[in-house]
């Protein structure tokens, strides 16, 4: 039989910080080479992605899927009619789950409070799942990816990933030198942004609305 030392762990909790400490390296090196960028944005968003799971999940440990597909949860267990048989590979959209992480009905699974995000912190974190889309599904031909945007939209996730953190379905269950590797790598974040200030394009708002 192999040790366990043989295989590598990890769970949505450390995953999310595990990919906001490579996110924030990653950022930090894109500022003499911006092509890191296109590394950045998948690390940024399964950072949140990962976050959003970890949060949502619930103590029936299927909080993060679509309604239909949660096995064990209250209403899969009373044969609620609504609930169709669980498809366990595939939790919810990143989308959802931002989504029903603002909602009041969100509480018992976070362990705090639903997460308040601002309509621009709402539209980067859109554009951030719009991005890394386009980038994880490789194309023939190029991409061309304007930067100076970049520093703010990763701010956003930070300030989601913060809150999130501080919520006890997450911050329970790491260590403090986890929590501290998370926190050093929100401040790298934090402080680029504030040295590459930028506004999103008025066309690109009102799209987004």
């Not at 999940?57 to 609930?83: E, K, V």
């Not at 509480?107 to 409070?113: F, N, P, Q, S």
Request: aromatic residues 6%.
């Amino acid at each position: 039989m192999m040790s366990d030392e043989n295989y590598a762990r990890t769970d949505p909790r450390r995953m999310a910080v595990l990919c906001i400490q490579r996110a924030a390296e990653t950022i930090r090196s894109a500022e003499q080479n911006t092509a890191l960028w296109f590394l950045a944005i998948p690390e940024l968003h399964r950072a949140v992605y990962s976050a959003l799971v970890a949060a949502l999940t619930g103590t029936h440990g299927t909080g993060a899927y679509a309604r239909r597909d949660r096995r064990g949860s209250p209403g899969w267990l009373q044969g609620d009619q609504d609930m169709s048989s669980p498809n366990s590979q595939w939790v919810d959209t990143f989308e959802n789950l931002l989504a029903r992480a603002q909602q009041t009905t969100a509480v018992a699974d976070l362990g705090g409070e639903p997460l308040k995000l601002a309509g621009q912190i709402c539209r980067d974190l859109r554009k951030l799942n719009e991005l890394r889309d386009d980038i994880e599904h490789v194309k023939p031909g190029g991409w061309s990816l304007e930067v100076g945007g970049l520093p703010r939209i990763a701010n956003s996730a930070v300030v989601a990933l913060r809150h999130l953190f501080s919520c006890s379905s997450i911050r329970i269950h790491l260590s403090e030198a986890e929590i501290q590797a998370a926190e050093g790598a929100f401040r790298t974040i934090e402080e680029i942004a504030k040295l590459y200030p930028s506004e999103p394009p008025k066309s690109w708002q009102s799209n987004q609305d």
